[in-house]
């Protein structure tokens, strides 16, 4: 399994899923789909939540979840996938 984990920016916290490329269920996560093929089991998009807030704590605060969440990948790199072909 690949996992990829996505990051909002400042002011565009929200949801897990909806409509903005970060969210499960985009279209950006649709096309991502079609376009990469992991080499073993499914592609998971994980978006990684926090504040939003601008300032120094919030984004430390967001860091300490993606630390988190990356500690439970174990790693992610491009010989896991491969573009899918037409």
Same mark, same amino acid.
Do not use: Y
């Given at each position: 399994?690949?996992?990829?984990?996505?990051?909002?920016?400042? %002011?565009?916290?929200?949801?897990?899923?909806?409509?903005? =490329?970060? #969210?499960?269920?985009?279209? %950006?996560?649709?096309?991502?789909?079609?376009?990469?093929?992991? #080499?073993?089991?499914?592609?998971? =998009? #994980?978006?990684?939540? =926090?504040?939003?807030?601008?300032?120094?704590?919030?984004?430390?605060?967001?860091?300490?979840?993606?630390?988190?969440?990356?500690?439970?990948? #174990?790693?992610?790199?491009?010989?896991? %996938?491969?573009?899918?072909?037409?």
């Amino acid at each position: 399994m690949t996992t990829i984990l996505t990051v909002h920016g400042t %002011f565009a916290t929200g949801p897990e899923e909806g409509e903005n =490329w970060w #969210q499960k269920q985009s279209p %950006f996560e649709a096309r991502i789909k079609e376009l990469i093929e992991p #080499q073993s089991g499914e592609l998971q =998009w #994980q978006p990684v939540i =926090w504040d939003g807030a601008n300032s120094e704590n919030s984004r430390r605060a967001g860091t300490l979840d993606i630390g988190t969440m990356g500690s439970c990948v #174990q790693r992610v790199c491009a010989e896991d %996938f491969l573009p899918r072909r037409p």
